[in-house]
């Protein structure tokens, strides 16, 4: 069975370079990469890296010692390309009641030895929360191209 979805659960660590305790922005990004790449690799059944990654806007910082969740989900494939959306939430150790820290779409590819991206499988979503999502990156991939 291929996997759509996956979410990493961890306590955040405390580093040297983390002010105040908060864990830093490349450190949170580096998650993200960690949990898209997952979805990725296990969609196109072979390694893959990534193309882009969208608008990372911090809405909460993570502080060391939060439990940490980075949801990533595969969310539109094209013929050669994988977008995945991925949030992370964080909050106290104790408590279900996360704060969304940020979210994006990343877009990844699998390359083959000349580093061409492959063709990927069709993704087709069945649940109207991953139609929804998927409409939305097709609007940002849309209102991304150049109008000539």
């Known amino acids: 069975m291929t996997t759509t979805s996956t979410i990493l659960r961890f306590v955040a660590e405390a580093s040297a370079d983390s002010p105040g305790g908060r864990v830093a922005a490349g450190t949170v990004m580096k998650w993200i990469d960690e949990a898209a790449a997952v979805v990725a690799h296990q969609w196109a059944k072979s390694p893959c890296v990534a193309a882009s990654f969208g608008k990372i806007r911090f809405a909460h910082p993570v502080v060391a010692g939060a439990l940490v969740e980075v ?63 998927a409409q939305l990156v097709r609007n940002q991939i849309e209102a991304g191209r150049p109008t000539h």
């Open 71 to 133: 949801e990533a989900r595969l969310a539109y494939t094209g013929t050669t390309s994988m977008n995945i959306f991925i949030e992370v939430r964080s909050g106290p150790q104790i408590s279900e009641a996360y704060q969304e820290v940020t979210h994006c779409v990343a877009v990844f590819v699998s390359p083959d030895k000349h580093g061409t991206p492959r063709p990927v499988d069709t993704w087709t979503p069945e649940t109207p929360g991953d139609m929804a999502l």
